[in-house]
């Protein structure tokens, strides 16, 4: 598995000399709603990219942290914050190999980076996001279906939805079509206060 977090780095990497696709400039309807419903706190955003939700979230009184593999992307995202004159603390790093503090984060928000890890390295990420998530958090995730049982690696599953209700609660999910191409889930968890 080694290989495949090398051939992801590499793959986010190059995608970021560019603009790709995933990154619209816009944050979803979803995070807004999420943002209009409850009060400003600390935010992880896992899988950031140039940080346009972290931006989002800022603008509305949030303080973030954003992790993301691509290390141009972390650069785009701290430009962005300056150029828009915000504080914002950004991480180039895997995020199975990253230590935040624990029960930190009101909300921890991925959208897109879950369905992208290799099989390995979904245990620790559910894990970490239970751990830094404070009791009463919540976690917000956006990924793809896996196609066909053929690629269950590749997407967010029923099977990695089970994962995460042994350590979270799921309080709602909404089923839909990626740029109408692909099945896509929307995922909200909250932390049991203890």
Known sequence: MRIRKLFLWLFFNIKYLGKPRWDTGQSPPELLDFIKNHPAGRVLDLGCGTGTNCLTMARSGWQTTGIDLAGRAIRKALSRFQAAGLNGEFLASDITHVNLPDNEFDLVLDIGCYHSLPADSRAIYRKNVA????????????????????????????????AFQKVLRLERREDGMD????????LWFTKPAK
């Not at 009463?136 to 997407?155: E, K, L, N, T």
């Not at 740029?179 to 929307?186: F, L």
């Open 179 to 186: 740029h109408g191409e692909r099945k896509a889930v929307w």
């Open 131 to 162: 751990v830094w998530l404070k009791p009463g958090g919540w976690y917000m995730v956006y990924g793809h279906v896996p196609a066909s049982s053929a690629q269950p690696d590749f997407g967010l599953s029923d099977q990695d939805i089970a």
